[in-house]
């Protein structure tokens, strides 16, 4: 996330495990580790930009970034 940000590329995690909403940890008393499979998803995947108004060369620029770092 911090190299996208240096590279003036917004990121977000937009996925967070329900069992660790406040409200079900409260409710139905889950903890880290009920749900192994979705924490490792949510400890490992980032959103990048994508909206309706994005133009070819944001998208363009952001696959060229992605690609370099990955290299």
Same mark, same amino acid.
Not at 8 to 14: A, E, K, S, Y
Not at 38 to 52: A, H, K, N, V
């Given at each position: 996330?911090? $190299? /996208?940000?240096? /590279? +003036?590329? &917004?990121?977000? =995690? !937009?996925?967070?495990?329900?069992? !660790?909403?406040?409200?079900? /940890?409260?409710?139905?008393? %889950?903890? $880290? &580790?009920? %749900?192994?499979? #979705? @924490?490792?998803?949510? @400890? #490992?995947? !980032? #959103?990048?930009?994508? %909206?309706?108004?994005?133009? $070819? $060369? @944001?998208? +363009? %620029? *952001? =696959?060229?970034? *992605?690609?370099? /770092? *990955?290299?």
């Amino acid at each position: 996330m911090k $190299k /996208l940000k240096d /590279l +003036n590329i &917004g990121t977000q =995690v !937009l996925y967070i495990p329900v069992h !660790l909403q406040p409200y079900y /940890l409260k409710k139905y008393n %889950f903890k $880290k &580790g009920d %749900f192994p499979n #979705s @924490e490792i998803y949510y @400890e #490992s995947c !980032l #959103s990048i930009p994508i %909206f309706p108004g994005i133009s $070819k $060369k @944001e998208i +363009n %620029f *952001i =696959v060229k970034k *992605i690609n370099n /770092l *990955i290299k």
